[in-house]
T-cell receptor, first 116, second 114 residues
Framework: GAVVSQHPSWVICKSGTSVKIECRSL??????MFWYRQFPKQSLMLMAT?????????EQGVEKDKFLINHASLTLSTLTVTSAHPEDSSFYIC????????????FGPGTRLLVL | AQSVAQPEDQVNVAEGNPLTVKCTYS??????LFWYVQYPNRGLQFLLK??????LVKGSYGFEAEFNKSQTSFHLKKPSALVSDSALYFC????????????FGSGTKLNVKP
């Protein structure tokens, strides 16, 4: 099946710094990627939809100036958490939509962010 | 609005026994339903989906799910559980007016004991 990677797999940063997370589709082109956030023992919450070559679409309640998304190519989307605070600590997961005979979303392995 | 509910936080089964992970949905219209599995510190892996057709859907790793319209359920099943099936399972429904948007259940932790 289609493979989606994320980098880094985990990151620890100081409060006030910015962190960039990369999401790549390794063996297919993805015009649309998605960013989710997962709190401990909770489900995934869609944060935004990333569209190649255009602005991301953010879900209600997600600060677009805090969570910057860039989808510069058909295989790469980045999420930058700006001026991170401890409450931003979470597991961030991206997914990409692919056609492999039928349309399905494939998820990356996730990035665990800890803000001290 | 669309939503799914997973009433069990945790399911415990013995290896070799059948397993069921429950999911109910609330959708105004025909639902697009999915099951995903998540291993520790990993992203979600697609197991199976129901869009239309046969109510019994077969997926990866021997899993299957039965769509029941009258009970608005989409329970995940496997005839014989393996220890390696131990993971977190998520049911999801895709929004009818936005195919990009998935609504996930709260997840059910499956523990398969030897």
């Amino acid at each position: 099946g289609a493979v989606v990677s994320q980098h880094p797999s985990w990151v620890i940063c100081k409060s006030g710094t910015s962190v960039k997370i990369e999401c790549r589709s390794l063996d297919f082109q993805a015009t649309t990627m998605f960013w989710y956030r997962q709190f401990p023992k909770q489900s995934l919450m869609l944060m935004a939809t990333s569209n190649e070559g255009s602005k991301a679409t953010y879900e209600q309640g997600v600060e677009k100036d805090k969570f910057l998304i860039n989808h510069a190519s058909l295989t790469l989307s980045t999420l930058t958490v700006t001026s991170a605070h401890p409450e931003d600590s979470s597991f961030y997961i991206c997914s990409a939509r692919a056609w492999t005979g039928e349309e399905t979303q494939y998820f990356g392995p996730g990035t665990r962010l800890l803000v001290l | 609005a669309q939503s799914v509910a997973q009433p069990e936080d945790q399911v415990n089964v013995a290896e070799g026994n059948p397993l069921t992970v429950k999911c109910t949905y609330s959708v105004s219209g025909n639902p697009y339903l999915f099951w995903y599995v998540q291993y520790p510190n990993r992203g979600l892996q697609f197991l199976l989906k129901y869009i239309t057709g046969d109510n019994l859907v077969k997926g990866s790793y021997g899993f299957e799910a039965e769509f029941n319209k009258s009970q608005t359920s989409f329970h995940l099943k496997k005839p014989s559980a393996l220890v390696s099936d131990s993971a977190l399972y998520f049911c999801a429904v895709r929004a009818l007016n936005n195919f990009n948007k998935f609504y996930f259940g709260s997840g059910t932790k499956l523990n398969v004991k030897p």
